[in-house]
């Protein structure tokens, strides 16, 4: 199943692997929002292009936040 640009692996860090499995449906969500809020914005590149960085800050964001919930849930957060 591996391919150049995808890699499989497995994990022993049942705990990590089911709280990110739970948390990244909602931080997709969030980030489908601003690609929505994107769209109905319209507009001028400009304002377009601050959804751009606003969904990139939030998938930045989704990932620092998972990584702190698995340390807190007792996963290993590496």
Same mark, same amino acid.
């Given at each position: 199943?591996?391919?150049?640009?995808?890699?499989?692996?497995?994990?022993?860090?049942?705990? /990590?692997?089911?709280?990110?499995?739970?948390?990244?449906?909602?931080?997709?969500?969030?980030?489908?929002?601003?690609?929505?809020?994107?769209?109905?914005?319209?507009?001028?590149?400009?304002?377009?292009?601050?959804?751009?960085?606003?969904?990139?800050?939030?998938?930045?964001?989704?990932?620092?936040?998972?990584?702190?919930?698995?340390?807190?849930? /007792?996963?290993?957060? /590496?």
């Amino acid at each position: 199943m591996s391919t150049a640009y995808d890699r499989v692996w497995t994990s022993t860090d049942l705990v /990590g692997v089911e709280t990110c499995a739970a948390l990244k449906n909602g931080y997709a969500l969030r980030i489908v929002l601003a690609h929505g809020l994107m769209e109905k914005a319209g507009g001028p590149y400009e304002t377009v292009a601050q959804f751009h960085n606003l969904a990139a800050a939030l998938f930045a964001q989704a990932g620092v936040e998972m990584t702190r919930n698995v340390a807190l849930m /007792g996963g290993d957060p /590496g």
